[in-house]
């Protein structure tokens, strides 16, 4: 009977509410609205046209990061306008721990251009970083010629969860800034962004970081950035700079370096700690095992096919693989229902 109101084309594959209106018209029974749900809760055809929401997201995963260049973000950007050098590309570097951005143009984004730029505008200034390298999942990073690379230098290469962008958040709020401040450097003439480019840079590393208290020049440097206002309004202080040998430099600077660390990695954890609480608002934590059954959510579409009336999502599939509580193999950790939707 609940079959026959539910599954049939004038039951419309309805929510329990509505199905339950149309079995109390010729019947009633006790736990009625219970079987109901049992029975839409495992309705193949109602799983895979699931709305997309809720979606279930486990607890924020933290990772510390305690000196300069340990772990490092990289993304491209673009395309964007083409210059008069033909550049339509922008790989951006960001320091996990000083927040330091780098940003290299290029006419293209292949995995050959990536390997090409880390390796002679980076890695040569910054040396390797001695924990990770973190990025997305594109081809520019993940293609043989990026392996390998990482293969021949010993370097831990980190390909974040697919579609979940919290996982880049560094070098995407660098990427943002980036963007933000060119466009307005280059509203009146987009050919000339990649010659803009090296100001932009000069302002963000001059710039106060949130979440470390330091400017990004102070925290690789262990003093601030001499700018044009300073050389205009404060020439005396400049000139009066202290005098030193080498020896004493060098001394000084491991002190300066030393406290300017500590107090940034005290602000990193604070702000980090804020970052989880805020996040973990809205989190439900849900731990799945080898051969649970889940859905999966279908992020890419076939081209040149109209996706109305498409199913959102993929399953049951079974679990085969366990990396950790919040991640599973064939699953990520934020589109992911075990067993079939709640009902409507």
């Known amino acids: ?9 004038c039951g419309g594959h309805r929510g329990v509410k509505a199905t339950c209106e149309t079995l109390r018209q010729v019947a009633h029974w006790p736990h009625m609205e219970q079987d109901v ?18 979606l279930h997201r486990a ?22 306008a083409r210059s008069a050098r033909g550049n339509k ?37 910054f040396g390797l970083p001695g924990e990770t390298v973190d990025s997305d999942r594109g081809t520019h990073f993940s293609a043989a010629v990026m ?44 050919k000339d962004w990649d010659l803009k480019l090296p100001l932009v840079l000069m302002a963000i590393r001059a710039t106060r970081n ?17 700018l ?27 002190n300066h370096l030393q406290t300017t660390f500590a107090y940034a990695q005290g602000k990193l954890e604070r702000s980090a700690e804020g970052d989880k609480t805020y996040y973990d608002k809205k989190a439900s934590h849900q731990v799945f095992e080898v051969g649970d059954k889940v859905w999966y959510y279908i992020y890419t579409k076939p ?26 193999q064939r699953s990520t950790k934020r589109h992911i229902k075990v067993g079939p939707p709640e009902p409507n």
């Open 1 to 9: 009977m609940i079959a026959h109101a539910h599954d049939e084309p």
């Open 37 to 54: 749900a049992r029975y839409v809760r495992g309705c193949l055809v109602c799983c895979q046209f699931q709305p997309t929401k809720p």
């Open 59 to 80: 607890p924020l995963q933290r990772k510390g990061v305690s000196y300069p260049w340990s772990s490092i973000q990289i993304d491209w950007v673009g395309p964007v």
């Open 89 to 125: 590309y922008l790989l951006t570097v960001t320091c996990a721990f000083t927040k330091w951005v780098e940003c290299l143009p290029a006419t293209n984004d292949t995995a050959e251009t990536t390997a090409v730029l880390l390796l002679n505008h980076v890695f040569s200034r």
């Open 147 to 190: 392996t390998e690379l990482w293969k021949l230098l010993g370097v831990k290469a980190k390909l974040h969860i697919a579609y979940h962008p919290r996982s880049s958040g560094g070098v995407e709020r660098s990427n943002q800034s980036i963007v933000r401040i060119l466009r307005k450097y280059v509203a009146a003439n987009h």
């Open 210 to 226: 949130r979440s470390t208290g330091m400017t990004p020049f102070e925290m690789m440097t262990g003093r601030q950035m001499t």
């Open 228 to 254: 044009p206002l300073h050389l205009l309004y404060q020439p005396g202080d400049v000139a009066a700079a202290t005098a030193y040998t080498a020896h004493q430099y060098v001394t000084d600077l491991r």
């Open 303 to 328: 081209a040149g096919v109209a996706t109305k009336f498409l199913p959102h999502w993929t399953g049951p599939h079974e679990i085969v693989v366990k990396l950790s509580d919040q991640n599973q």
